[in-house]
């Protein structure tokens, strides 16, 4: 979004993958290919790429650098920023650098690769993008938890976490979002779950089969009822594809949405739900949780009509007051979203004055005309 006008400049055709080596495990690509389609291509190398976000079938690697994407199994495997191992990266100056390598380990200077990830569009344009790769799970098994309590859902998900049972994937429900998608579920939902989980456990076949037995005994002694395993890849994919469209299925709430993702300690996830909750009540609106429960990153979407001016208001107050909410739990304003124009003006409740200083500085010093993405990350300046 071109705040300050320009050019904008698109990517899209700088669309190959360059490389895959199974000996080294990496991949070579440029930044317009589709995180989906890289997904498939190593498949066919016995290998693996994580990472991810609930767009994968049309988001680009480079659109998931620059914003520093998440995902699903990030509870298991980490986020992009734990795949990048290199970057080639045209400067606004019109230099062109080379930061990272292929290799596992490397620490050659500053760390200019990860200062670059999540970094959206400000510091250069990505044209290159090294990626690390891992053997694919010989298996995997995914299972859906019903609970007639908000509170008993985030206990099971530490209860999880604690038994050392490693979820490659752990997914949180709140009633409000499976209103939006109860019919296109695979199972029968009870009028009465609150909220939902879904869990994927990914390795060799005998552990996978014995961790997911394991997390369906712990749900039901949580009190979960269905408790469903989903055998055999059909059957997993259409639980998650419901994980998928959830985004686009809140808008049967409100014709708009205010869509946060903010992140608090796995211990404050319990704090954070209910103070969502309380924030619905006072003002008014619908809010939906979902999400990545597994590492306390949760969507939180405030759904409003902008039509309607107190609405308008109403929701740009609930956003401050989870933002505020957030912080009081040690949280941070997001995960993976990044801050763009929108979370701009509330970084400084995150960084402090001198942080916020030093980052403008290496801006300065990467970007000395302002032109890449000007207007994004930072607070406005007063006039």
């Not at 979902?290 to 309607?308: S, T």
């Amino acid at each position: 979004m071109p705040a300050a006008g320009g050019v904008v400049l698109v990517l899209s055709r700088l669309n190959r993958i360059l490389e895959i080596s199974p000996e080294d495990m990496v991949a070579v690509v440029e930044p317009g290919v589709i995180t989906g389609h890289l997904k498939k291509e190593v498949e066919k190398f016995g290998l693996y790429y994580p990472p991810d976000p609930g767009s994968a079938d049309y988001c680009t690697i480079g659109g998931n650098v620059a914003t520093g994407a998440g995902g699903a199994v990030a509870v298991q495997y980490g986020v992009t920023r734990d795949f990048v191992l290199g970057l080639t990266v045209v400067l606004p100056t019109g230099e062109i650098i080379d930061c990272g390598s292929r290799t596992m380990k490397g620490v050659v200077g500053y760390d200019l690769t990860h200062l670059f990830l999540g970094s959206e569009g400000t510091l250069g344009v990505i044209v290159r993008i090294i990626l690390r790769l891992v053997p694919r799970p010989a298996s995997r098994e995914t299972l859906a938890a019903g609970f007639t309590s908000l509170e008993a859902a985030v206990r099971a998900v530490g209860r999880i976490l604690q038994a050392g049972l490693t979820p490659a994937a752990l997914e949180f429900l709140d009633r409000p979002t499976l209103e939006c998608i109860r019919e296109m579920l695979p199972f029968s939902l009870p009028r009465q779950v609150e909220a939902l989980l879904l869990l994927a456990v990914d390795g060799h076949p005998r552990d996978v089969a014995s961790r997911a037995g394991r997390m369906a005994r712990l749900c039901r002694e949580m009190g979960a009822r269905p408790v469903v395993r989903a055998r055999g890849a059909a059957a997993a994919e259409r639980l998650w594809a419901v994980r998928r469209i959830i985004s686009p299925a809140t808008f049967k709430v409100k014709p708009h949405k205010i869509a946060e993702d903010v992140a608090v300690p796995l211990s404050a996830i319990p704090r954070l739900v209910a103070g969502v909750q309380e924030i619905s009540r006072r003002r008014g609106l619908p809010i939906l949780c979902f999400g990545h429960a597994g590492d306390g990153n949760i969507h939180v979407n405030v759904m409003y009509d902008r039509g309607v001016e107190q609405e308008h208001r109403e929701a740009q107050a609930a956003v401050e007051d989870l933002l505020a909410l957030t912080r009081k739990l040690q949280g941070t304003l997001s995960g993976e979203h990044g801050v763009g124009l929108a979370k701009a003006p509330y970084i400084g409740m995150e960084l402090s004055e001198p942080a916020i200083a030093l980052q403008k500085r290496l801006k300065q010093a990467f970007d000395p005309l302002n032109i890449m993405n000007p207007g994004k990350l930072f607070p406005p300046e007063r006039s």
